[in-house]
């Protein structure tokens, strides 16, 4: 396996039964020769390795531009702009080709035109608060080119969602059903199944979120504070960020380490 340790088995690929690849600093190892750097299992694997998706929402291209610059300077890697931000594409565009090897993505995404123009301006990530069949159903997502993230709120809606491809789905809105209690409960019965919660999650309920089973969790204006968005003040936005994804690594590591020690 060469440099994968023992976390993989959380990214659901093959791992060593040998205790001396286990390493005490737990991270997922994205590197796999075999594939191509935008397929969906590296992209599953940053949002694994993350803990967070940061979700932009701005009434400006320009303010989604600096928004989005100021939540990479604090750390964010997985980001998403929803897809009613002025000039989603080309701020999309801007940024897939100053980070390349970000996992970007587009949410809210409930109409094919849009999927394919994401597609196109370089989105690696698709999002959507429901499961929209014919994004589902389109060629990049069936191929694996494509992760396409389905909203999903009820455990038929969950089955279903994985029964038609999908490798992650989305529990929205997971505060108003839950929150994490409503996340362990469903694990409890699809411990098998990677889960997004989104809505309403603060930064300090992070680590609960995905000690609970989460793979990951939208923060939209825990990161892109809407005063702070309205004031353009850039630094507010980047210290909350790096607050994010500092506690977002944090989980993801004691999470896989708690995994590790259950199996020893």
Request: proline share 4%.
């Amino acid at each position: 396996m060469g440099t994968a340790t023992a976390t993989l088995s959380l990214c659901q690929w093959p791992t060593s039964s040998s205790s001396s690849s286990v390493r005490m600093h737990v991270r997922f190892s994205c590197r796999t020769p075999h594939l191509s750097p935008y397929t969906v299992d590296r992209t599953l694997c940053q949002i694994n390795n993350s803990g967070v998706i940061a979700c932009l929402r701005a009434n400006s291209a320009e303010v989604a531009m600096e928004a989005a610059k100021a939540a990479i300077a604090g750390g964010i890697s997985v980001l998403e702009i929803v897809v009613s931000t002025p000039g989603v594409f080309e701020v999309l565009q801007q940024l897939v080709k100053e980070h390349p090897t970000m996992a970007l993505g587009v949410g809210t995404v409930l109409r094919i035109e849009d999927a394919k123009s994401a597609i196109n301006a370089g989105a690696k990530f698709l999002m959507s608060p429901a499961t929209v069949k014919d994004i589902m159903e389109m060629d990049y997502v069936q191929s694996g080119e494509i992760l396409y993230i389905p909203g999903t709120m009820t455990p038929t809606e969950i089955l279903s969602a994985c029964d038609e491809g999908a490798k992650i789905v989305k529990i929205y809105p997971v505060s108003a059903l839950g929150g994490f209690q409503y996340i362990s409960a469903l694990k409890k019965a699809f411990p098998h199944i990677s889960m997004v919660a989104s809505q309403g999650i603060t930064i300090d309920s992070i680590g609960e979120y995905i000690l609970r089973g989460a793979s990951a969790v939208v923060l939209s204006d825990a990161i892109f504070d809407k005063d702070a968005i309205a004031q353009h003040d850039l630094d507010k936005i980047q210290k909350l960020a790096h607050s994010a994804a500092l506690l977002g690594n944090k989980s993801v590591n004691r999470k896989s380490m708690v995994h590790l020690l259950s199996n020893l």
